[in-house]
């Protein structure tokens, strides 16, 4: 196996250097109480999915609520149900928060009712995060299945309003169909940022397709890998990144540099109702964002 | 402190029993007159006989209980946990009231007092346990909180139950997460006392310092106890095994046999997982967001959004339980989740207990 | 719900009966402290046990009662081309209920026994789903009211509404019932759907299956620990066959 020997990155001096806040997560809290918040825009990616701006009303917990890419918010619709939607806007965004979010069971067929003024609640943010940090300094591969597209977001959003802290960045981006393509609109946008590489495919491209056909992995192909200078991000179906990872495995890449998303229905994000519990892991606590080394060891998880 | 009397003309001895945990003695006519000072300070809650099974044993509960006479000191275990009165089926964790295109949330998580009187060793651990999850992990509860603190927990010893495991688990002893414990040392008790609520309640009816005698009484009271001990599984080295033994064929024997009808979970003390929904009231005016006790042997536990179950099988979902139990929580809290009890074991109709279900794990590897 | 920005449209409902005791209207009817609200959420075209109109431009009809006459079958195939949504109400709308247990007989002979010189014109009992298509079945004998507002609730948004997948047992847990099995009584609780709250095994009767089966029942294992328990195959049968939710479904062979 290559790579065998690979130092751990343990040399950052900044991060190890910071204090930790040690009051944040053991301080007893109010943990139902949710950000009230207003849909304040709406918009329609495909037939399943809208994306929504949502922002906090009020102005001081606006500023307060900060999050890392890769990170979730608890949806809650006061008197239908709570979701888990990860975050797919960027970070750096203060004034709303962008969620990506497809019709798929009772809170969010409402919420795909709901009108831009609607008011919704929210906890979080909860979980862990793309390791952005880490990934300085270094090339970035930024690989998304179907909805994986949504969590990735943010991650896309951060790399490419930080080019500079990167190196080579390709984002490969591969669904069933064309019309299941999210955020079609922002494509060319991400393309023209200097030293980024975007590529679609789709699996059934039909009628006016120009584009490329295949599976996602096709297009890791042709993309030159220095895998001991490469970090990858893999957010999409278990089935799509079990491959993806795999093919990224042979081509070098250490698993601990490879990063996937979990999808669980949490009910609580707090690692209380163990809903989203895979042996002894928390998708929402320990995850949803896991290594490739700890995602393949949850056994169910792939 | 009130209990230390030392001895005139010997040096001065730091009284035994001083240290996390105080020890006094009560005396036997004292104890009724203690448990009806509980009940006329607070709700009380005791096991009480509710009938009778179909080998003609008695059943037990803890259920409310107003006069000393309903209390039954010498059952065995009780069908159902303590948990429920931590931990309840259904909770309301926040209320909604909708005007005029808004809404205004409401939390409460005021608890009455409450006691529990009559608890066994076993059921202090799973609060232990619980307490691990829902007050010293990240985010605290504090509807278990306001629980925990405002229960008065009086203990006590007892012969070891039927087909329990606790000695595996180290669940027959308890040290801490009381009020009081009493052990039966003839003509009284020798009582743990863990808060000073449950010193002063003591004090009042006449506890009295611990003699040498009443130690040496309380160490051989608990060296009976220990030699009446049946089932002692050694639970060495199980995390590692439930890992070694993912694809056995055991799983899906057991599998089989599951109703997937989450009784196991519900009685018991420790299944905490759950599930969270809102209802909202017919004249759209009001909702409310609740807290159920779910379980992982439930058929619908993994479901997620779209409808995809990751545990589609009764074999996945009891193997599930099995690692949390086992594994999962030793991973986490250092210790497993669950006190050996045989709450389960007892009440599962299809006769799936886990000393059998371990007992075979542990034979399908040994050599 | 305005704070939604959805309007909530006041569906047109319209309730019929067949076959049946007329229990399940009469439960919609039920529940005085939610009446209103619940006759204010949807606009009634059509409910003979509580209203006078008889309108025909209803939205969403509840069927109540199996099918058992050729008129049945005709009115139902009518009520089906005007509804856009049709509800089963009921566990004789949703499987036949107790009137099913009529075709394990001979049909000439059932009618002589009830109807002696003067038998009456009668079909095998049918579900409605056995009849025309059906978007939504409520079981129960009587159906729960708190279900049916929740559901209704659903239906005024128009959002997708789930049942409870799992077994009884769970609410008699919920409900500190002694298990009836451990009593040495016959309960279908552990194969029989939940949402009853489990109100007949807290009054001491074991369950009958009125909701039928909950979903993915291990029959196998629970005929094996109800034989075990001294039940004989007709017993269980004769249960199960109560209410017509295990209809196909036969411990032992025979019946």
């Not at chain 1, 008197?79 to 009772?106: D, K, T, W």
């Not at chain 2, 948990?83 to 998580?109: A, I, V």
């Not at chain 3, 948004?157 to 409900?175: G, I, M, T």
């Amino acid at each position: 196996m290559k790579n065998l020997l690979l130092p751990y990155e343990v040399t950052k001096e900044a991060e190890m250097a910071e204090p930790l806040d040690f009051n944040r997560r053991s301080r007893l809290m109010n943990t139902h109480r949710v950000f009230k918040a207003e849909i304040s825009s709406i918009t329609q990616l495909t037939e399943k999915e809208k994306l929504f701006h949502i922002r906090i009303l009020d102005p001081a917990e606006r500023q307060r609520f900060t999050f890392l890419p890769g990170q979730f918010v608890m949806v809650e619709v006061p008197g239908y149900g709570e979701v888990p939607i990860s975050i797919a806007g960027s970070a750096s965004n203060r004034g709303f928060i962008e969620l990506c979010i497809r019709r798929a069971g009772m809170v969010t067929s409402v919420l795909h009712r709901a009108k831009a003024g609607a008011r919704v609640g929210l906890r979080g943010p909860f979980g862990t995060s793309f390791p952005v940090a880490m990934m300085k300094d270094h090339h970035v591969l930024l690989i998304a299945g179907g909805l994986g597209l949504a969590p990735l977001r943010s991650a896309i959003l951060h790399v490419t309003e930080n080019r500079s802290d990167f190196r080579n960045v390709h984002i490969l981006y591969g669904t069933k169909s064309p019309d299941q393509l999210l955020f079609d609109y922002q494509y060319e946008q991400w393309r023209r940022v200097d030293g980024v590489n975007l590529s679609i495919i789709v699996e059934e491209g039909g009628d006016g397709w120009t584009g490329e056909v295949g599976l996602v992995t096709r297009l890791l192909d042709r993309i030159p890998i220095e895998p001991d200078r490469t970090y990858a991000i893999v957010c999409g179906p278990p089935v799509m990144f079990k491959f993806v990872c795999n093919k990224l495995g042979e081509l070098g890449i250490p698993m601990r540099r490879m990063f996937v998303s979990l999808e669980r229905r949490m009910h609580c994000g707090m690692g209380k109702c163990c809903r989203c519990n895979i042996g002894s892991t928390f998708t929402c606590k320990d995850g949803p964002v896991f290594d490739y080394w700890t995602a393949i060891n949850l056994k169910e998880a792939i | 402190m009130a209990c230390g009397t030392a001895t005139r003309g010997r040096p001065p001895r730091r009284p035994r029993g001083e240290g996390f945990t105080l020890y006094k003695t009560l005396r036997k006519e004292a104890f009724r007159s203690v448990v009806e000072a509980i009940l006329a300070g607070s709700e009380g809650v005791e096991p009480r006989r509710v009938g009778t099974d179909r080998h003609g044993k008695p059943i037990h509960q803890f259920l409310p209980v107003e006069r000393f006479e309903d209390i039954d000191f010498s059952y065995d275990t009780t069908e159902f946990s303590a948990k429920t009165y931590f931990l309840p089926f259904r909770e309301r964790l926040s209320t909604y009231r909708f005007s005029d295109g808004d809404w205004e949330q409401e939390t409460r998580y005021r608890a009455e007092p409450r006691a529990l009187i009559g608890l066994h060793s076993c059921d202090i651990h799973a609060l232990l346990k619980l307490d691990k999850v829902f007050a010293r992990d990240w985010y605290p509860s504090p509807y278990y909180l306001s629980r925990r603190r405002n229960t008065f927990i009086l203990g006590i010893d007892h012969d070891p139950c039927e087909g329990a495991f606790c000695r595996s688990l180290g669940t027959d002893t308890v040290t801490h997460g009381f009020d009081l414990f009493l052990t039966d040392i003839g003509e009284s008790y020798f009582a743990a006392v863990g808060s000073d609520r449950g010193l002063s309640l003591i004090d009042r009816f006449g506890a009295r310092p611990i003699t040498d005698e009443d130690s040496h009484r309380y160490v051989a009271e608990r060296k009976r106890i220990a030699a009446l001990m049946q089932n002692d599984l050694n639970l060495n080295n199980l995390p590692n095994l439930l890992d070694i033994e993912f694809k056995s064929p055991i799983w899906e024997k057991w599998g089989a046999k599951c109703l997937s009808c989450g009784t196991c979970a519900m009685v018991c003390p420790t299944c905490y997982c759950h599930g969270v929904y809102e209802r909202i009231s017919m004249d759209f005016q009001e909702g409310a967001k609740i807290r159920q006790l779910h379980a992982c042997t439930l058929v619908d536990f993994a479901v997620v959004a779209g409808g995809h179950n990751f545990r589609p099988t009764p074999e996945s979902r009891l193997k599930y339980r099995y690692y949390h139990q086992h594994r999962g929580f030793v991973e986490q809290h250092e210790e497993p989740k669950c006190v050996g009890c045989n709450r389960c074991g007892r009440a599962c109709l299809a006769g799936i207990a886990p000393v059998d279900v371990i007992r075979e794990l542990q034979e399908e590897v040994a050599p | 719900m305005r704070y939604l920005h959805i309007d909530s449209p006041r569906p047109r409902i319209a309730v019929f009966d067949f076959t049946d005791c007329e229990g399940c209207e009469l439960q919609l009817a039920n529940k005085e402290e939610t009446l209103v609200p619940f006759l204010n959420a949807v606009e009634i075209v059509n409910f003979r046990e509580i209203a006078t109109g008889a309108g025909e431009d209803y939205e969403i009809a509840f069927v109540e009662g199996a099918i058992s006459r050729s008129d049945e079958v005709e009115r139902l195939k009518a009520i089906r081309g005007k509804a856009r949504l049709l509800v089963a109400l009921g566990s004789c709308a949703c499987f036949g209920g107790v009137n099913r247990m009529k075709n394990a007989y001979d049909l000439g002979a059932a009618n002589a026994e009830i109807y002696g010189r003067t038998p009456k014109e009668t079909l095998p009992v049918r579900s409605v789903k056995e009849v025309v298509p059906v978007d939504l079945e409520i079981p129960g004998c009587p159906v729960s009211k708190d279900e049916v507002e929740r559901i209704v609730r659903h239906l005024v948004l128009d959002v997708p509404f789930a049942f409870h997948a799992y077994p009884v047992c769970v609410e008699c847990k919920q409900r500190f019932t002694t298990c009836l099995m451990e009593k040495g009584q016959l309960c279908l609780g552990p194969i029989v759907r939940a949402g009853c709250e489990a109100p007949c095994p807290a009054g001491g009767l074991g369950c009958w299956g009125c909701r039928g089966p909950a979903e993915a029942p291990n029959l196998e294992e629970f005929f094996a620990l109800a034989r075990e328990r001294g039940f004989t195959d007709q017993e269980i049968n004769e249960r199960m066959a109560f209410f017509g939710g295990f209809e196909g479904v036969v411990v032992g062979g025979t019946r």
